[in-house]
């Protein structure tokens, strides 16, 4: 709906987010804001595009880690990319890694928020999302501002064939063997790529090299 609200002028939520006790308190906290009206609340990514479909509403409000199923960057991947024009997605999550904040925005989301944000920056942010305009908590912005203004990491030739073996999904040992290294060599280079990207995980270095185009 893009920036649309419902007769009453209020911004229409739907919650995202597989803690049923997390819903209920964004639930109860949201209904003592005004000019917000949540609509619905899935507990998956497969349900959320359902009850998107069905509610449309102004604004998703999303976490990126849904248990089983598509994880909350797919889920805002498609819910943006949806015919017509799907709603804002706004990221609401415990994780501020670059990784996770490279790939939601990449896919998508208006905004990332932190779920330590005082009410009164979730309400603020909801509204921003709305109106299309891009709403990150401190913190999140501070990163993506310095990521701005590093240059590109450059990764040597023997980094760039561990992470193309990364991306096809081969352990450390299957990676040794494919380049004819040990697995100590394996370890040592992927410590270097991690540091350099920023990540902490084989799929985050994945992630970002894709994003960053590092990888074919």
């Keep these: 709906m893009n920036g649309a609200t419902d007769a009453t002028g209020a911004v229409r939520i739907l919650l995202c987010d597989d803690h049923a006790v997390v819903r209920a308190g964004l639930l109860a906290l949201l209904d003592s804001a005004s000019g917000i009206e949540v609509v619905g609340e899935a507990g998956t990514g497969e349900e959320a595009l359902a009850l998107s479909a069905k509610l449309g ?43 996770d904040v490279t790939r939601a925005i990449g896919a998508g989301a208006t905004g990332y928020l932190l779920k330590a944000e005082r009410p009164e920056e979730l309400f603020a942010a909801i509204h921003a999302a709305a109106q299309g305009r891009t709403a990150l908590s401190a913190p999140v912005a501070s990163r993506v501002l310095a990521n701005l203004r590093s240059p590109r990491p450059t990764l040597t030739d023997r980094e760039r064939d561990i992470l193309a073996q990364l991306a096809q999904g081969l352990g450390n040992r299957e990676i040794a063997r494919a380049l004819h290294i040990s697995e100590a060599t394996v370890k040592t280079h992927l410590g270097r790529i991690y540091d350099k990207l920023g990540v902490d995980t084989r799929a985050g270095a994945v992630a970002v090299a894709k994003e960053q185009r590092l990888l074919p």
């Design 57 to 99: 509403p102004d604004v998703v409000l999303m976490d990126l880690q849904l248990g089983g199923g598509i994880d909350g960057v797919e889920t805002t991947r498609r819910l943006t990319a949806a015919p017509g024009g799907g709603p804002r997605v706004l990221v609401l999550t415990t994780y501020d890694a670059d990784a």
